[in-house]
C-alpha cells in the first residue's frame, strides 16, 4: 500500500469520488470534511499528501495551506490545492505543489499525485 492522502473536501460526493480514484491506484487515504478538523489531522496523520479545497466550512483552505508550510512538522508535506476560484488558485500558488482547477476529472488528479511522487 502506497503511503496515506489526506483529502480535506467540504463536498461528500467529491470526496468519495477522490478517494475512490486513488484508492483504485493502491493509496491509503483519509477524509476530512470540515477546516476546524484539518490541521489537526494533519499533524495527527503527518500524511505524504494533502488534497486540499480551498472553500472550506470554519477554517478556510488558504489557512491551512499557511499552517501547513509555517509548522515545521508538516513543512514538507506536498500540497495539491483543487479551486474553481481563479483568484483563490492564484494567491495559493506560491505554497502550493499543484493547483488543480474544478472541475478536473480523476486522469488528471492521478496524474498529479504520481508527478508529486507520493508512493
Known sequence: MKQCILIIEDDPELSELVE????????????????????????????SMVILDMHLPNVSGMEILSLIRGDERVEQ??????????????SARPMADVIL???FNADDLVHEVQRLNVS
Open 20 to 47: 475512490f480514484f486513488l484508492q483504485e491506484e493502491g493509496y491509503s487515504t483519509s477524509v476530512v470534511n470540515d477546516g476546524g478538523l484539518a490541521f489537526p489531522k494533519i499533524i495527527e496523520m503527518q500524511p
Open 77 to 90: 508535506t506536498k500540497v495539491l490545492v483543487t479551486t474553481a476560484d481563479s483568484k483563490m488558485a492564484q
Open 101 to 103: 482547477n474544478k472541475p
